[in-house]
C-alpha cells in the first residue's frame, strides 16, 4: 500500500470514518486517491469542497514529512507529493468539467477567431485549462491578471 493511501486511511479512521477507503487511480495524468463513503459525502467535501482541500493539504503534508523526515523508507526518493485526495469523485468532476469548458472555448475562439477570457480561477484551475489545450490546434493559453482576479485567457493562434 502507498504511503499516502496509508495516511488517508489512519486519518479516516481518526475522524471515526472506518466505514470509508482511499484507492488510487489515474485522472487526467495525476494520481488520485479517491475517498469512497459509506455515508453521506457533503460531511468530506465541505462547502465548496473546503473540507476536502483541507484534508488534501493535510495528507501531503504529512506524507511529505514522512518522506523527508526520520520515518522515510531507506532508498526512497524525496520528492514532494503529487496527488490529489478526492471524495465520492468529487474532485473527479470538477476537473471533467473545467476540461471540456476549455475544450469548449478554445472551439469558440477558433471559430470566431478572437481571444476568449475565462472568469477568474485558482491556480490550479488554470493549470487544468493550460494542460488540457496545450496539445489544441490554433490555440494559445496565457495567464493574466493579478490575485484574486487571474484568469486564463484563450488566445486564436494562426500555426
Known amino acids: 500500500m502507498d504511503i499516502a493511501e496509508q495516511v488517508i486511511n489512519q486519518l479516516l479512521a481518526a475522524m471515526g470514518l472506518a466505514g470509508a477507503s482511499a484507492s488510487r487511480s ?3 495524468g495525476q494520481t488520485v486517491f479517491s475517498i469512497k463513503t459509506t455515508g ?4 468530506l467535501i465541505g462547502p465548496r469542497g473546503d473540507t476536502i482541500h483541507a484534508i488534501d493539504t493535510l495528507v501531503k503534508k504529512i506524507v511529505e514529512q514522512k518522506l523527508t523526515g526520520k520515518e522515510a523508507p531507506e532508498g526512497s526518493e524525496h520528492r514532494l507529493p503529487m496527488f490529489l485526495v478526492d471524495v465520492d ?8 468539467d473545467i476540461q471540456m469548458k476549455a475544450k469548449m472555448m478554445a472551439e469558440r475562439a477558433r471559430s470566431f477567431q478572437y481571444d476568449v477570457e475565462l472568469s477568474p480561477m485558482s491556480a490550479y484551475e488554470r493549470l487544468i485549462v493550460h494542460t488540457a489545450l496545450q496539445d489544441e490546434p490554433n490555440v494559445k493559453t496565457e495567464s493574466q491578471g493579478e490575485g484574486r482576479n487571474r484568469r486564463v485567457v484563450i488566445k486564436y493562434s494562426v500555426s
Open 26 to 28: 489515474e485522472v487526467a
Open 40 to 43: 453521506d459525502a457533503r460531511d
Open 89 to 96: 469523485e468529487y474532485r473527479t468532476r470538477q476537473i471533467k
